[in-house]
């Protein structure tokens, strides 16, 4: 089982519908930002990510807030420094490109989640190790094996923060569309593990987004 959201993801997978072995076993809808410096270089991803009502039912059980069904940043420091830190084994599921480079990113910082109409949103900065300036540069938020669905905000899911004037935004289309996931969900979990017809499906749901500056 996947270490990112340790012993949580066992009751959230009972809460989910369907069968516990269907895929993906978490859905998180993200929403970020591109960080940009004065000078118009690239210097991080800042993410909101809203995870699915059964993940985040279970992941505050056993907590007491102060008001009953509400929970405070404070309250849920704890949480979010977990969350964070199993993060760091699978990249982020963060990946920003100029051209074929990857950039990679420092430590994650300002993280904490909040809890909003029952579901739990972990915000948090991904600084790049080194600032970049780039005409074009791609961001992909994804999880190779689908064990957790990525979805885009509807609206506005990357949002630019100090870039220059006239950078434009632009969404590619993916390969997969809601049909194949429901496909997925019926199909053997055996399939998902390394070596199985499944392993990298989650690359079929990519949405790369683009940035364009002048």
Known sequence: MRALFGLLLAAAMMLASGAASAHPHVWITATSELLYAEDGSVTGV????????????????????????????????????????????????????????????????????????????????????????????????????????????????????????GCEVWLRRSAGDDRDRKLLQDASEDTFKEGGANVAVGLLFIVPIEVECP
């Open 46 to 165: 800042r993410h909101a990510w809203t995870f699915d009502d059964a993940f985040s039912a279970n992941a505050v059980q056993g907590l007491h807030g102060k008001s009953k069904g509400a929970y405070t940043r404070e309250e849920l420091t704890p949480l979010a420094q977990t969350q964070v830190e199993s993060l760091k084994d699978n990249t982020y599921f963060t990946f920003l490109r100029v051209a074929a480079e990857r950039l990679p990113f420092a430590e994650p910082v300002d993280y904490f989640f909040d809890y909003k109409d029952d579901h739990l949103t972990l915000h948090f900065t991904l600084p790049l190790q080194t600032s970049v300036k780039a005409k074009t540069v791609r961001l992909t938020i994804f999880d190779r094996s689908f064990f957790i669905d990525f979805r885009l905000a509807k609206e506005h899911p990357l949002k630019l923060v100090g870039a220059p004037a």
